[in-house]
Nanobody
Framework: QMQLVESGGGLVQAGGSLRLSCAASGRTFSNYAMGWFRQAPEKEREVVAAISRSGRSTYYADSVKGRFTISRDNAKNTMYLQMNNLEFEDTAVYYC??????????????????WGQGTQVTVSS
């Protein structure tokens, strides 16, 4: 079974930056499309970004395009989310996920093989 551990969350002022990491173990990392989700209080969990197995294809929610960058290092079994120009509305718990499906279909949660425990990102206005 794959295990995922997020790190890098914290408190930042609006306009600031954070870099989240997701370390994977237990399965062959490159066999999975990967994604970042977030869930704000009283809101549903949503896909923020996704990346293909090779890392060549990436997908973003409209709300983060141009501000967030997803990447992965298959040699290090790690995925990243660079978040720049953070906004108050980005405040949420961020989860990484590994999917049996395609990166472009990351919202199909039935294909999720593993979830991380989540890391809190708080943006002060």
């Amino acid at each position: 079974q794959m295990q995922l551990v997020e790190s890098g969350g914290g408190l930042v002022q609006a306009g600031g930056s954070l870099r989240l990491s997701c370390a994977a173990s237990g399965r062959t990392f490159s066999n999975y499309a990967m994604g970042w989700f977030r869930q704000a209080p009283e809101k549903e969990r949503e896909v923020v970004a996704a990346i293909s197995r090779s890392g060549r294809s990436t997908y973003y929610a409209d709300s983060v395009k141009g501000r967030f960058t997803i990447s992965r290092d298959n040699a290090k079994n790690t995925m990243y989310l660079q978040m720049n120009n953070l906004e108050f509305e980005d405040t949420a718990v961020y989860y990484c996920a590994a999917s049996h499906g395609l990166a472009r279909d990351m919202r199909r949660v039935t294909q999720i093989a593993a979830w991380g425990q989540g890391t809190q990102v708080t943006v002060s206005s």
